[in-house]
């Protein structure tokens, strides 16, 4: 009886360490199945989200290009101060011009040349001016971020010092 109970005994804890190794390697494979499902059910959900984004490349591929013939390159702003000065001369206005510093090139677009801008003569002709800079110049997109009036006295020209940057297109 004692040899019955030794083998009883052993198979019973035999058995239980086969259950207990036989539940972690079956929790595992549960654990990875559930894993699998979840990347599966990423991987269906991103792949709409993945089509739209390659469509939407393409897209941005053309207005890329859109921008590219429409704004100057960098070069092409060394003759933003030649387009001033003859708007300037247009207006009746002394003007003086000069780029300030270098941009930041990023990643490919659209950059602003930072610049400073003097001008003087009547106050109506430097407002007349400054919106034709900004607006009526057909070939260059310049902005004026700050102006800083110096009225004359009677009858002497104002002064304006205008702060702001043209931009181009950059690859």
């Known amino acids: 009886m004692t040899v019955a109970l030794v083998v009883l005994c052993t ?3 035999i058995g ?7 539940g972690h390697y079956l929790e595992a494979k549960a654990s990875e199945v559930q894993t699998t499902r979840v990347a599966a059910s990423k991987a269906a959900t991103l792949s709409p989200r993945i089509s739209d984004l390659k469509s939407q ?3 941005a591929a ?3 290009r859109i921008f ?3 704004i100057p390159t960098q070069e ?16 009746g206005l002394e003007t003086k011009f000069s780029f300030q510093g270098s941009p930041e090139l990023g990643v490919t677009g659209v950059t602003k040349l930072p610049f400073t801008l003097t001008a003087k003569g009547p106050e109506r002709n430097l407002a007349d001016f400054l919106e034709d800079l900004e607006i009526s110049n057909p070939r260059y997109l310049i902005a004026v971020d700050r102006v800083s009036l110096d009225e004359g006295r009677a009858g002497a020209e104002s002064g304006v010092l205008s702060v702001g940057g043209s931009f181009f297109y950059h690859q």
């Open 57 to 59: 490349e393409q897209r």
């Open 62 to 64: 053309g207005y890329d």
């Open 76 to 91: 092409q702003l060394l003759e933003v101060p030649r387009v001033i000065e003859a708007l300037g001369q247009v207006q």
């Open 11 to 13: 198979s019973l804890g």
């Open 68 to 70: 590219s013939l429409l």
């Open 16 to 22: 239980i360490a086969g259950m207990l190794v036989l």
